[in-house]
Each structure stands twice: as C-alpha cells, then as structure tokens.
C-alpha cells in the first residue's frame, strides 16, 4: 500500500517536473542551433530592447524581428529596423544558414566592417545594411551569394571603390551603394551583366571618370548617378531602343551636347540639373509621357519644345540655362 502509493506519487511527480520540458519539445518548432546562434547575437549586440522576446525557454519560431521557414523551421528571415543599438553586426549572424533576407537598417549606432561570415549565407536573397554606421570597402565576397536579388548598402560610411566583381551577381534586381563614401570609377564590368539588369543607385558618394561605354549596352530601368564626380558624354546611355524609365544625372560635370539625342517611350522622369550640358531641348520631348523633368543649371539654349508635358512643369525645372527661352520661361527674341 505505502510502496504502490509512493510509485504513484513518484509517477506523478514525473510527469509534473517532466511536463514544461515535454511541452515545449513537443510543441518548440524552434531549430537548437538556431536558438543557440540567436542568443549569441542578442548578447553581442548588448541585449537590446527590440529583443526582449527572445526568452530561452520560449519558441524562437514566436520571436521578434526572426521568421522561421513553415516547411523546415529554420531561421529565414532576420529583420532588425528602427532601434538604439551600439556596436557590430555580429559575426554569428553567418551561422544562420538558411537566412534568405537579412536586414540592419537605421539603428543608431552600428559601426565597424561588413563581417565575412555574412559570405557564408548563400541562400541571402535580400541584404540590407543600411542606414547604419558602417565602414570600410564594400565587400568582394558578395560574389559568393549567387541568388542575391536585392543588395542595400545606403547611407552608411563605406569606403574604396564599387568591386568589379559585383557584376558577378547575376540576378540582381537593384543596388544600392548610394549615401556612402565611395571612390573610383564605375567598373567597366558592370556592361559585362548577362543576367538581370539592375536598378543601380549610385549617388551621393565621390566617383569619378566617365561612365563605361560598356552600359550602354544593357537595357536598364532605373540609373542614379547624382551628386558625384562624373564627368563626359552619357548620351549613349539613352536612344530610341532603350528601356529606361527613371534617370537621375543630376550634380555631376557631364558635359554633351542634346541637341540629338534621342529618348525611349520609356523615359518617365529625367532630371540632369547642375551638370554642363549644351545643345538645345529636342523637339521629340514632347512625345514622351514624362512626370518629372529638371533640366536647370547647365548651358542649354533656344526654345523649349512647346507641347507634351514640356509647359507642365515650372520654371525651376529649366531655369540657369545660357540661353534657354520659351514657355514657362520668358518668351525667345
Ligand atoms: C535612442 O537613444 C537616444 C538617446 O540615448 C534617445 O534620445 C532616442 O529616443 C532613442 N531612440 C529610440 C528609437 O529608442
Ligand atoms: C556607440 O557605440 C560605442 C561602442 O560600440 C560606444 O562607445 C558609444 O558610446 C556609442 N555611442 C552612442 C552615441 O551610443
Ligand atoms: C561558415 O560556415 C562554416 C560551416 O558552417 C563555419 O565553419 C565557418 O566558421 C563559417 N565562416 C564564417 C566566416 O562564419
Ligand atoms: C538559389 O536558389 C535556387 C532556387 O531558388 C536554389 O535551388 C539554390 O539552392 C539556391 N542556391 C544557393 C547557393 O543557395
Ligand atoms: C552615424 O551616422 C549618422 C548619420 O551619418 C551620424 O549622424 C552619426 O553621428 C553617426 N554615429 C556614429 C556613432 O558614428
Ligand atoms: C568583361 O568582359 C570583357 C569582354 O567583354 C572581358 O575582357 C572582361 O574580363 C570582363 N570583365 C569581368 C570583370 O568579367
Ligand atoms: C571627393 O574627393 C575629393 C578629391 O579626391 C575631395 O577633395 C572631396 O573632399 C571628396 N568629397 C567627399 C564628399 O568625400
Ligand atoms: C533592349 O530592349 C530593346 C527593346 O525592348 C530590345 O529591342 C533590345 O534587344 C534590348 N537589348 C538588350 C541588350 O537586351
Ligand atoms: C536626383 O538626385 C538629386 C541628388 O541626389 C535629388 O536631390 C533629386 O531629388 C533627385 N531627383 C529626382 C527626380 O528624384
Ligand atoms: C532600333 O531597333 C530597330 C528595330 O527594332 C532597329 O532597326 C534599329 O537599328 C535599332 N536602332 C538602334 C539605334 O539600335
Ligand atoms: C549641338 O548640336 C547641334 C546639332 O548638331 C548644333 O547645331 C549645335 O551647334 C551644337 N551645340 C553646341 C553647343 O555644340
Ligand atoms: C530643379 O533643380 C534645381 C537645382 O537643384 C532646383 O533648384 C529646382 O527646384 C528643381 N526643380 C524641380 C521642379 O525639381
């Protein structure tokens, strides 16, 4: 009687202190190894705020700012945005290696390199480090992320000049390397893409030369090149073939002449202000369904094409030419 009383409260007791661990393996989606490297990265990066949901004894699949894969559990999505948080992107972020989008963006106080163990992630999709603190080259090992579609290195400090290798990434959609430091050219390479052909957001650093006649071979959509060094002809950049829509040349020393040049149907928004473009505005302008148009601050003359879009817009987008004339600026002699 005692002996079969102590089995069953022994046989209790077991399954009370055995419960909250069988629950939670039973039901924990959460990959260990997962588990375990995220716990690193919330110690490395100071026990933020944005992370107090990261509770060992909890589920990681529940956490904040981590998404796990349904199909295998595994960590495929890590998207930190918006928070006060001092020091480096940890390098134990390399060992989530199912990551398809990563993202660092406006934190405040992030700083040091791009670590190398984020080569090791080459299921990455998306990368967006941006908005941060970051320094110096951008990395060559990018190549390795073959399936990257989308890559976001904006408004950080990064230094050095754009990677030739980078035209290795053959199914990017867009890249952003603008905001930051950069120097140099614009490598001839990026004429030799095969694949996609991506938006490519260059502005705001410090590049110099002329852009590689090889792009004019490629059909691209968007290209942001303001507020750099650049100088030379870019006309070969636009034609009647081409598929570009938004163009931004804006604040550089490009020097040609418009007279002839001609632009695609495609072309919805053109602002080449504050550069050093001669010639006058041609006539087929006015064909074009453009949105925007800032052609001010160069050494355009004659009249402006009257019709299409080209009365629709304000003085400011054609004012400080040598001697542009026509509405909306004063009538030509
Ligand atoms: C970040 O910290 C600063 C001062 O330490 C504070 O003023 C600011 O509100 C904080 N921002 C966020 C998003 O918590
Ligand atoms: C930024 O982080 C460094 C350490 O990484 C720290 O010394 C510094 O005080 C932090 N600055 C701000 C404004 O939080
Ligand atoms: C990359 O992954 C391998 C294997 O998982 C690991 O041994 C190595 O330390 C990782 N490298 C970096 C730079 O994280
Ligand atoms: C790239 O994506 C394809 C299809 O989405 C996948 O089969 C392949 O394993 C991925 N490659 C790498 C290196 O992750
Ligand atoms: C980070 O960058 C921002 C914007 O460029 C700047 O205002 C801030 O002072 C920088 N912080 C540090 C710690 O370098
Ligand atoms: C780009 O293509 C040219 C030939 O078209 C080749 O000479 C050059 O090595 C290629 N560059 C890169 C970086 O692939
Ligand atoms: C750009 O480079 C020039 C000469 O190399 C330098 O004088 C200038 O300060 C740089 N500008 C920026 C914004 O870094
Ligand atoms: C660019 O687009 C035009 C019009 O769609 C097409 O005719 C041409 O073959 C394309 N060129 C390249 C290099 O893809
Ligand atoms: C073009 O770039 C300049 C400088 O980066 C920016 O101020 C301007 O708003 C851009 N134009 C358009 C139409 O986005
Ligand atoms: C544009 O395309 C047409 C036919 O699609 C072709 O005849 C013409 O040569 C092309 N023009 C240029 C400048 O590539
Ligand atoms: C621009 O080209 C047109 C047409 O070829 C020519 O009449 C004009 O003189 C040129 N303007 C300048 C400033 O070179
Ligand atoms: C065109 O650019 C000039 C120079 O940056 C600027 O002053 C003006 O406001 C711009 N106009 C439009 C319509 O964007």
Request: aromatic letters at 10%; hydrophobic letters at 40%.
């Given at each position: ?234 006309s070969f950049l ?78 400011s987008s054609y ?15």
């Open positions: 009687m005692k002996n079969s009383n102590f089995v069953i409260l022994s046989f209790y007791c077991l399954i009370l202190l055995s419960k909250p661990f069988f629950s939670l393996s039973a039901t924990e989606r959460c990959n260990p190894d997962d588990k375990k490297v995220l716990l690193q990265i919330k110690q490395a990066l100071n026990n933020p705020y944005q992370l107090a949901s990261w509770n060992p004894n909890t589920d990681c699949c529940d956490w904040y700012v981590v998404d796990c894969d349904p199909n295998n559990n595994r960590i495929v999505t890590f998207n930190l945005f918006s928070a006060n948080i001092s020091g480096q992107i940890p390098a134990a972020i390399g060992d989530l290696p199912y990551l398809e989008t990563l993202v660092f963006r406006k934190l405040t106080n992030v700083t040091g390199q791009i670590p190398s163990a984020v080569a090791n992630l080459t299921n990455l999709k998306l990368l967006r480090l941006s908005y941060t603190n970051l320094s110096g080259p951008v990395p060559t090992f990018f190549t390795q992320l073959k399936n990257l579609t989308f890559l976001d290195l904006s408004f950080n400090d990064l230094t050095g000049s754009i990677p030739v290798e980078l035209s290795l990434l053959q199914n990017l959609d867009a890249l952003h390397l603008d905001r930051n430091r950069l120097t140099g050219t614009i490598p001839e390479s990026f004429g030799n893409l095969t694949g996609k052909v991506p938006d490519l957001y260059l502005s705001h650093n410090n590049l110099t030369g002329s852009v590689p006649k090889s792009l004019g071979d490629l059909n691209f959509t968007v290209l942001d090149f303001s507020q750099n060094n650049l100088i030379g002809d870019i636009f034609g009647r073939n081409k598929t570009i829509q938004i163009v931004n040349f804006s604040r550089n020393m490009f020097e040609f002449n418009l007279s002839n040049v001609q632009f695609p149907d495609s072309l919805t928004s053109l602002d080449l202000n504050h550069n050093m473009i001669s010639g006058s505005l041609p006539q087929d302008l006015t064909k074009l369904n453009l949105q925007f148009l800032n052609v001010s601050y160069n050494r355009l003359c004659g009249q402006i094409p009257a019709g299409g879009k080209l009365q629709s817009f304000d003085v004012f400080h030419n040598k001697c542009l004339c026509g509405a909306p600026l004063p009538a030509c002699n």
